[in-house]
């Protein structure tokens, strides 16, 4: 069974990046569409951004449009979320999921999740 670890969270100041990396272990990457999902206190987990096996196709949510940036190492088993000119609005726990699926269009859709990373954010 094919676990996902996220890392990379942490407090910046808004205006600032941060790169979120997620490892996939225990099994193949090798299918797997990769998304980054997010949730704020008090709000729906919401779709970020995803990438599509072998990579070549990547879709954003229209609010990290142009900021963020999605990529994927299938050697190293690691897909990337590189987020730049971070806002207070940003700030979330952010979701490492897989799918099996190669366009996944909803959350359930998804197979596979970790168990998240702090993004923090100060204005």
């Known amino acids: 069974q094919v676990q996902l670890v996220e890392s990379g969270g942490g407090l910046v100041q808004a205006g600032d990046s941060l790169r979120l990396s997620c490892t996939a272990s225990?099994?193949?990457?090798?299918?797997?569409?990769m998304g980054w999902f997010r949730q704020a206190p008090g709000k729906l987990r919401e779709f970020v951004a995803l990438?599509?096996?072998?990579?070549?196709?990547?879709k954003y949510a229209h609010s990290v449009k142009g900021r963020f940036s999605i990529s994927r190492d299938n050697t190293n088993l690691t897909v990337y979320l590189q987020m730049n000119s971070l806002k207070p609005e940003d700030a979330a726990i952010y979701y490492c999921?897989?799918?099996?699926?190669?366009?996944?269009?909803?959350?359930?859709?998804?197979?596979?999740w970790g168990q998240g990373t702090q993004v923090t954010i100060s204005s």
């Open positions: 999921a897989a799918s099996y699926k190669w366009i996944p269009s909803t959350q359930g859709e998804y197979d596979l």
């Open positions: 225990g099994g193949g990457f090798n299918g797997l569409s």
């Open positions: 990438i599509t096996w072998p990579g070549g196709y990547e």
